[in-house]
Nanobody, 126 residues
Framework: EVQLVESGGGLVQAGESLRLSCASS????????IAWFRQAPGKEREVVSC????????YYGDSVKGRFTVSTDNAKNTFDLQLNRLQPEDTATYYC???????????????????WGQGTQVTVSS
């Protein structure tokens, strides 16, 4: 059974940083696309970043490029998201998602991913 568990959310001030972690189990880390999505109240779920474990290809959403960075620890099956220079508009519930496949998915959107974590809240005050 595939399981994803996020941690690391919290309340920070604008300009500060957070590190989110996604612990995975139940699947081989080698051949999956692992993604971070976020969803703010009243808004659609949007992709933050996506990483292909098979070849290391990485995608970042336009709103987070240059500020957020993903990293993986294949030995521990964890997928982290470093959030720097946070802004109030980054406030959302952040979700880790996974889907089997080689390389990045052709469409990096919520409907592509079958497996989801429960989410972790990030709140940025101004």
């Amino acid at each position: 059974e595939v399981q994803l568990v996020e941690s690391g959310g919290g309340l920070v001030q604008a300009g500060e940083s957070l590190r989110l972690s996604c612990a995975s189990s139940g699947f081989t880390f080698d051949d999956y696309a692992i993604a971070w999505f976020r969803q703010a109240p009243g808004k659609e779920r949007e992709v933050v970043s996506c990483f292909a474990t098979s070849n290391g290809d990485t995608y970042y959403g336009d709103s987070v490029k240059g500020r957020f960075t993903v990293s993986t620890d294949n030995a521990k099956n964890t997928f982290d998201l470093q959030l720097n220079r946070l802004q109030p508009e980054d406030t959302a519930t952040y979700y880790c998602a996974a889907e089997y496949g080689l390389g990045l998915p052709g469409r990096i959107e919520a409907s592509t991913f079958r497996f989801w974590g429960q989410g972790t809240q990030v709140t940025v005050s101004s």
